[in-house]
């Protein structure tokens, strides 16, 4: 996931500040999961980009809050739909 996160990154057109993940494919997330989430987090973080998800859903929303992602990635950065997700960021950058 880093390294096709970092492709998408490195092909953009204009300086990335925001990354949307869209977790509507991901039912569940385990301990090395969760290791990774947290490490592409904090490179992130470290390049000045905030990780955004939109449509997690179900018990990987428990999972998420139990785990610390949730409070990792901030409770602001979830959104229902990747449309909500994208307008969040387009107001964020104005």
């Known amino acids: 996931m880093q390294a096709r996160i970092r492709e998408a ?17 991901l039912s569940a997330i385990d301990a090395s999961g969760v290791e990774a989430l947290e490490q592409t987090i904090e490179r992130l973080r470290l390049a000045d980009i905030t990780f955004v998800i939109a449509r997690r859903k179900g ?25 909500a997700a994208v307008r969040a960021c387009s107001d964020a950058a104005s």
């Open 9 to 25: 990154i490195n092909a953009a057109p204009t300086p990335t500040r925001r990354l949307v993940f869209d977790a509507e494919a």
């Open 59 to 83: 018990p990987l929303s428990e999972q998420f809050a139990t785990t610390g992602l949730e409070a990792a990635i901030g409770t602001d950065h979830f959104h229902p739909n990747v449309e």
